[in-house]
């Protein structure tokens, strides 16, 4: 069973930076494409960034130029940069990996981001 496992949240001024992790449990090659969604409590699931293979890029409109979504492929870990944070960026953010192979895909247990104003 593949795990995700998200760390870097934390509660962070209005104009901060994090860096969120996404580890996985197994060479990150395997997956055809590793996303970045968050929930607000009452809203649903947003995607905010993705990473394909090939190493193209594709962010929310609400975080473009803000946020950096990156990889190491020799740690297994996908990373989330967050830049100028605003407390609207305030959610639980989730490590999702997509397995086209497997026609299945995997989430993290969430990591909780709290931007005070």
């Known amino acids: 069973q593949v795990q995700l496992v998200e760390s870097g949240g934390g509660l962070v001024q209005a104009g901060g930076s994090l860096r969120l992790s996404c580890l996985a449990s197994?060479?990150?090659?395997?997956?055809?494409?590793i996303n970045w969604y968050r929930q607000c409590p009452g809203k649903p699931r947003e995607l905010v960034a993705q990473?394909?293979?090939?190493?193209?890029?594709n962010y929310a409109d609400s975080v473009k130029g803000r946020f950096t979504i990156s990889r190491d492929n020799a740690k297994n870990t996908v990373y989330l940069q967050m830049d100028s944070l605003k407390p609207e960026d305030t959610a639980v953010y989730y490590c999702?990996?997509?397995?086209?192979?497997?026609?299945?895909?995997?989430w993290g247990q969430g990591t909780q981001v709290t931007v005070s104003s």
């Open positions: 999702n990996a997509i397995s086209n192979i497997e026609m299945r895909d995997y």
């Open positions: 197994r060479s990150i090659y395997s997956f055809n494409v």
């Open positions: 990473i394909i293979s090939g190493d193209r890029t």
